[in-house]
């Protein structure tokens, strides 16, 4: 069975191939972007916030990095602004990813020249807390 944090990655992945104009989707990626605009998707891991007789709840923090190219600074900016607006819109939509966490929020956001910048390009990199909780002794359950 897929524990619940993988269907929450999941889910967020879906949400993000959803995006306007994304050419690129990945979880975890091992390489830079192939094509623009790129959203990548990485689990930072998560910490148990409390043990109950039946369930574990878990702060669960998954990272989202979106690189932009376009022919100058402020148009990748402008692109960066709007995909990110996209993006917090797609995800904090009150479903709580369809029922899967208790919270969802939009944790803090920076925004840099992309390091593999050979042309103009942006990323952000914004962090989600999550709460969620699965049944003790069985990730794969909801609590």
Do not use: K
């Not at 790129?38 to 998560?46: N, P, W």
């Amino acid at each position: 069975m897929t524990a619940i944090r993988a269907q929450i990655v999941a889910e967020i992945a879906r949400r993000m191939a959803l995006v306007p104009g994304i050419n690129e989707v990945e979880v975890m990626p091992s390489t830079d972007p192939d094509v623009w605009p790129a959203l990548h998707l990485f689990d930072d891991g998560q910490e148990p916030s409390e043990y109950g007789a039946e369930i574990t709840r878990q702060n669960f923090a998954p990272r989202i990095e979106c690189y932009v190219e376009q022919p100058g600074g402020a148009a990748a900016y402008a692109l960066l602004n709007d995909i990110y607006s996209a993006v917090i819109a797609s995800l904090i939509d009150g479903t709580q990813l369809g029922g899967l966490v208790e919270t969802i929020d939009e944790g803090r956001m920076e925004i840099d020249v992309a390091p593999l910048a050979s042309a103009p390009r942006l990323y952000f990199r914004l962090d989600l807390p999550i709460t969620f909780a699965a049944r003790r002794g069985d990730p794969s359950l909801p609590a």
